[in-house]
């Protein structure tokens, strides 16, 4: 990754997130014969209990997750790590929960535009809350914390219109204001696909 970003960590969270979830969805598939989401998050937290504070704090910091950390403490600046040390709450407190209430009884859509909306959804539901890393890092917690109001008022102007052309405005609205402070939820992103990936493991 590092050879064909010329030194940029563009996946490393995905991969992380990915790898330690299909190995404890595996796990727990073969050990309970079916996937069990309590066996599950408390796995996750037995297998990253202390990361934060073992990867973050090791003295000076060298990458954005430890300057974070550095900055703002573990709890705040403690991104996906302090996240799956937690037992992915974001996860499973907002992003499945929004998911589903849009895909409904629907759990294998086709077309792009079944899907268009309810991703858009999950997104805001994940940005709305998750304490992203990458924006943190990038402006501070002044902007991270006004990405999160952004973010829950286009949420509600999805939910209370059923206009897809005035939600669509607010979307991009906020997708022009990151756009034009240099803006990248990029821990939101992973943490969706995060979602949806145990989305599906859940339907199985």
Request: aromatic content about 6%; overall charge neutral; hydrophobic content about 35%.
């Given at each position: 990754m590092f050879r064909e970003t010329g030194g940029v960590n563009t996946q490393k969270g995905i991969i992380f997130l990915t790898g330690l979830t299909l190995f404890t969805a595996a796990g727990v598939i073969r050990d309970c014969n079916r996937f069990d989401t309590a066996e599950f998050i408390n796995r996750v937290k037995q297998y990253t209990?202390?990361?934060?504070?073992?990867?973050?704090?090791?003295?000076?910091?060298?990458?954005?997750?430890?300057?974070?950390?550095?900055?703002?403490?573990?709890?705040?600046?403690?991104?996906?790590?302090?996240?799956?040390?937690?037992?992915?709450?974001?996860?499973?407190?907002?992003?499945?929960?929004?998911?589903?209430?849009?895909?409904?009884?629907?759990v294998y859509p086709t077309r792009e535009k079944e899907l268009k909306e309810?991703?858009?959804?999950?997104?805001?539901?994940?940005?709305?809350?998750?304490?992203?890393?990458?924006?943190?890092?990038?402006?501070?917690?002044?902007?991270?914390?006004?990405?999160?109001?952004?973010a829950a008022q286009t949420m509600a102007a999805m939910d209370t219109t059923g206009d897809s052309r005035q939600w669509d405005r607010e979307y991009r609205a906020l997708m022009d204001y990151c756009l034009m402070e240099n803006i990248s939820p990029g821990g939101s992103s992973d943490l969706l696909a995060l979602t949806i990936l145990l989305y599906f493991i859940e339907a199985r």
């Open positions: 209990a202390g990361i934060t504070e073992s990867e973050l704090k090791q003295g000076s910091p060298h990458t954005h997750g430890e300057s974070c950390a550095a900055e703002y403490g573990t709890r705040l600046g403690g991104g996906i790590r302090y996240e799956a040390q937690q037992g992915f709450p974001t996860v499973f407190e907002q992003g499945l929960p929004a998911l589903r209430s849009k895909l409904g009884t629907d309810p991703l858009i959804y999950t997104l805001l539901a994940l940005m709305s809350v998750a304490d992203d890393a990458n924006i943190l890092y990038r402006k501070g917690p002044q902007q991270l914390q006004r990405i999160k109001q952004m």
